[in-house]
């Protein structure tokens, strides 16, 4: 499994950003999808997952702000982040469970200035 995960940047407090992560190596629709993050000092929390059905869970931080999407044919999934806060400031990982085994990407840095 390879996830390669983009789009990360600043923009000031109330501003959007999109993620996108591409996957390959995997037979992409069949696997549930997932984004999470890591902000300083804290431990990696889930953010938003997306089943291969396309059945959407988010936490309760980003319910109405954060949008997951995938594409079946593009092999992708993504991220739409709007309203975003100083506390949104986190390195994202997109991650698939994989033969029992979670699998990240390599993390976009997203910083949210105040």
């Known amino acids: 499994v390879q996830l390669q995960a983009s789009g990360g940047g600043e923009v000031q407090a109330g501003g959007s950003l999109r993620l996108s992560c591409s996957a390959s190596r995997i037979m992409f629709r069949a696997y549930d999808m997932a984004w999470y993050r890591q902000a300083p000092g804290k431990e990696r929390e889930l953010v938003a997952s997306?089943?291969?059905?396309?059945?959407?869970t988010y936490a309760n931080p980003v319910k109405g702000r954060f949008i997951i999407s995938r594409d079946n044919f593009g092999d992708a999934v993504y991220l739409e982040m709007h309203s975003l806060r100083p506390e949104d400031t986190a390195v994202y990982y997109c991650s698939t469970l994989d033969r029992g085994q979670r699998r990240w990407g390599q993390g976009t840095l997203v910083t949210v200035s105040s």
């Open positions: 997306i089943t291969s059905s396309g059945v959407t």
